[in-house]
């Protein structure tokens, strides 16, 4: 079965070699055009094993007598007859048995008889309100889990449910965006004006207004941070845009154009290609968009105080799980530490560049207490000159839709802080990246 082979070739270049799951499908299929009319299929059986991998692990572990190939192949078979569904069963059973041979085919059988209810895949000595139960139900490592806790078994409960739901791609609608473009009912209005949730079947590579950048991808929050904090000129905002997406850059230079002074920062600007085009595409001379690898040497591009500034640092970004099969499986626990070094890092150095009476919002795609609240207490006691005005978590089963952290701050006096002892830091740089490897155990 040609269909199986290539699901597990992609299966095995993710897992081992430590290529994404689009990575490896882009690989495939461009490089052969006969093959190219399977593509969906494939990405459907692949993906659905990704998505339930630490289940198939876990109802595998103990055979023995088979390779991890071979181990691999009756994931596949079984994320079809629990999940997928899009093969026959008998079809995809038989080619398990053809690859497997008769004894080793006796031994996975009883999996092939079981269905996708939880009770009969999960053995019922495992508690159901457990971190196992949720880990090999929703397939999310238990050091996740103990991450997600801190807010309760609720929350947890349901952003696990949310983020095992078929993904919704969110767009942001330009102002020179056609809707007539589009089929009726392809785009779904949400309360946030201007962005549209998308519920064609084309995928949106192939749509020419997603390709020309007059829809681009874009979550609800993002543009209602933007809108709950505008500011009227004359006025100069800031933006440091640590972010694995180009969804805060873009969101102000299409709500701003070019009525304020706008400055905009980055690690890296080949990584926001989007935003650079953009600037140009309107014919902007008001926006300061540059790269700071170091956050804390930004003085020769930031020349005035700041009405406003927008700190969206890089984060565990937990939100990409239902966008992204392999998202934890890639995920590096071992950088968590000079994860929320970078963090604290991004938040002082922005501060000093805001106004007195300037507002700082500190935003970032998380459910870590580590990186949200913790993090905003630990700057506020270091810089009495801020206060706080509003902090909440959302989580992603709230109408935003996404999970993330919001502070916002307002300076009230000079600046007068002083940065935590490096001791102090380093102890608590320890502690945090003791805590999630300890979680991961």
């Known amino acids: 079965m040609q269909e ?17 799951f689009a990575e490896s499908l882009k690989k495939k299929f461009q490089s052969d055009p006969a093959i190219r009319p399977m593509r969906a299929n494939v990405a459907g059986l692949v993906g659905c094993a990704l998505r339930h991998q630490i289940l198939f692990d876990y109802l595998v572990k103990d055979l023995d007598a088979l390779t991890v190939t071979e181990k691999r192949l009756v994931s596949l078979c079984l994320a079809n007859d629990y999940f997928f569904r899009h093969f026959e069963t008998g079809l995809i059973d038989a080619a398990a048995k ?10 996975v059988e009883p999996l092939f008889a079981k269905t996708s209810k939880p009770e009969e895949y999960i053995p019922t000595d495992i508690a159901r309100a457990s971190n196992s139960y949720l880990s090999l139900r929703y397939n999310t490592p238990e050091w996740v889990l103990k991450v997600m806790e ?6 947890t409960y349901r952003t696990l449910r949310e983020f095992a739901r078929p993904a919704t791609y969110y767009l942001r609608a330009r102002s020179n965006f056609d809707r007539g473009s589009l089929p009726e009912g392809d785009l779904v209005a949400t309360e ?5 949730a998308y519920k064609g079947k084309t995928p949106l590579r192939k749509i020419e207004a997603y390709r020309d950048g007059k ?7 993002v543009k209602w941070i933007v809108d709950q ?8 905002i800031f933006l440091y845009d640590g972010s694995v997406s180009e969804s ?28 650079t085009k953009l600037i140009k595409e309107k014919e902007l001379h008001n926006v300061n968009f540059f790269a700071a690898p170091d956050v804390e040497s930004m003085d020769a591009a930031i020349s005035h105080p700041q009405d406003l500034a927008i700190v969206v640092p890089d984060a565990t970004n937990f939100d990409l799980i239902p966008y992204t099969p392999d998202y934890l499986l890639h995920f590096n626990k071992d950088g968590m530490d000079a994860l929320f070094e970078s963090q604290r890092k991004a938040l002082n150095s922005v501060a000093k560049y805001v106004a007195l009476n300037g507002r700082l919002i500190y935003v970032i795609p998380t459910i870590s207490r580590k990186e949200g609240s913790n993090l905003v207490k630990t700057f506020l006691r270091y810089h009495p000159e801020f206060a706080l ?31 935590p002892p490096i001791s102090e830091l380093s102890q608590v740089a320890t502690q945090g990246a003791a805590a999630f490897q300890a979680a991961g155990k």
């Open 150 to 155: 801190h807010f309760g078994y609720s929350n």
């Open 389 to 419: 005005v509003e902090e909440k978590q959302h989580f992603p089963f709230d109408s935003l839709r996404s999970a993330f952290y919001y502070a916002v701050l307002v300076k009230q006096g000079e600046t007068v802080a002083i940065d």
């Open 192 to 196: 946030i004006e201007g962005i549209y």
């Open 4 to 20: 199986l082979d290539l699901s597990l070739n992609i299966l095995n270049d993710v897992i081992d070699n430590d290529v994404t």
């Open 98 to 107: 053809e690859a497997l041979g008769e004894e080793k085919f006796a031994l």
């Open 229 to 236: 904090n505008k500011v009227e000129e004359p006025a100069e």
């Open 215 to 221: 829809l681009y991808d874009e979550k609800p929050f």
């Open 248 to 275: 805060f850059s873009k969101e102000l230079i299409e709500t701003y154009g070019a009525s304020i002074g706008m400055n905009i920062a980055c690690p890296n600007l080949d990584a926001k290609f989007g935003v």
